[in-house]
């Protein structure tokens, strides 16, 4: 049933948010920690569990798959409620800021991934969602 | 006419369906004619969404781009946080958690990188545009961390009006510059494994920004960006408005 996958992932997302927003009261701050991040990995974590156990068919999966693939839409909806006529205004100053902080950021992260000794696997022998 | 648009406010988010839809259509279009596939579709894509949302703030006067306009309604749906939360979730189906467990110190490292840089440039922006008590610095530089711990700090310090909305312009700035630089720029950061998606994640800070520019360089590192990524407002929200604001007016000293 598509609808058991679309469930595991609506349960996942629920729980991490909830999780995100303890671990933010937590810490004493109003908002969430992490809380997306740990939905995945609750579900990276279930998905391995009922793989070993052989209870996700392929039609389950296909109720997490369609919203994995709808994703990029999403992204494209999303930076059509940006306010972008705001951040034009901004100025100067936060054209500065925003401009120097991604140059420096990009050159530590330039710095760091050439640094990065494995040899680089091509991403195509990771199987797809279908699993192992 | 009318009875169409009374079809699109009535059925919003489907109406956004078919908009975004079109939207990447003819983006998928632009990429094969114009650039011969040089350039992603989904990078088009987002800079139509941005231009569209350029003018949806103009016509509209709102902050929502092109959400405002009754017509397009549904777009504040469809690109909102809860469907976006819920579509990167379901990108964790396709991690493979050891290449994801190999890059975890890393991703720390990044994380707490990308939070002090974007703060450090920031306040030094900032303090040369001639701003020199703590509480602005702080705001202006939590702006650059990203456009959600600029306010929170500064309506946690007690800012003022104009600098939080400083704060977030550089914030949005920033999301928009990663979104759009990123494929650009994918060679020179070696943008091509898990590890360096998550190293990315992890500096370039910004879920919007990190997802965006990711889904445009390479749609299989998504998951493993946004997963780093997804913690970097967490992070800066809690070393902003206490270390980092501590820090800063021990060096200014007001």
Redesign the interface.
């Known amino acids: 049933m598509i609808i058991y996958g679309t469930a595991l ?2 349960v ?2 629920m729980l ?2 909830v999780c ?1 927003d303890f ?2 009261r937590a ?1 004493g ?9 740990i ?3 609750m ?2 974590a279930m ?2 569990w009922l793989h070993r156990h052989g209870r996700l068919c392929a039609t389950s ?1 296909s109720g ?5 693939g ?33 140059v ?3 050159c ?3 710095f ?3 640094a ?1 000794t ?1 040899p ?2 091509p ?1 195509d022998e ?1 199987h ?2 279908g699993g192992p | 006419m009318e009875i169409f648009e009374k079809a699109a406010r009535e059925n919003g988010l489907v109406a956004a369906f078919a908009v975004v839809g079109l939207v990447v259509m003819v983006s998928g279009f632009l990429s094969r004619q114009l650039t011969s596939g040089r350039v992603q579709g989904s990078a088009i894509a987002i800079l139509i969404g941005l231009a569209l949302a350029y003018v949806g703030g103009k016509i509209s006067g709102g902050t929502k781009g092109l959400a405002d306009i009754a017509l397009f309604s549904g777009i504040g749906v469809m690109g909102g946080n809860m469907l976006r939360d819920f579509a990167i979730v379901a990108t964790a189906f396709e991690v493979h958690p050891q290449e994801a467990r190999r890059a975890g110190w890393i991703g720390l490292l990044a994380l707490l990188l990308g939070t002090v840089l974007p703060f450090i440039v920031g306040v030094a922006v900032a303090s040369l545009f001639g701003y020199t008590d703590a509480v602005s610095l702080t705001t202006i530089g939590a702006g650059a961390v990203t456009y959600i711990v600029g306010p929170v700090t500064g309506t946690a310090l007690g800012a003022s009006s104009d600098v939080v909305a400083l704060s977030i312009a550089t914030g949005v700035i920033k999301a928009i510059i990663v979104m759009v630089a990123t494929p650009a720029a994918a060679k020179f950061l070696r943008l091509k494994t898990p590890r360096s998606a998550m190293v990315f994640g992890g500096l370039a800070g910004t879920v919007s920004g990190v997802s965006a520019g990711l889904a445009a360089t390479d749609r299989k590192l998504v998951p493993y960006g946004a997963l780093v990524a997804t913690f970097h407002t967490g992070i800066g929200c809690l070393l902003v408005p206490s270390l980092f604001f501590l820090t800063v007016k021990a060096i200014v000293g007001k």
């Open positions: 992932l609506a996942c997302h991490g948010i995100g671990l933010g810490l701050m109003k908002t969430n920690v992490g809380g997306v991040g939905a995945m990995l579900l990276i998905r391995f999966e997490v798959n369609y919203w994995g709808i994703y990029i839409p999403v992204v494209v909806a999303m930076a059509m409620q940006q306010n972008v006529v705001a951040a034009l205004r901004g100025g100067p100053i936060a054209l500065l800021a925003a401009t120097g902080s991604v420096v950021c990009g530590f992260i330039s760091i991934n050439r990065e494995h680089p696997e991403l990771v797809p969602a």
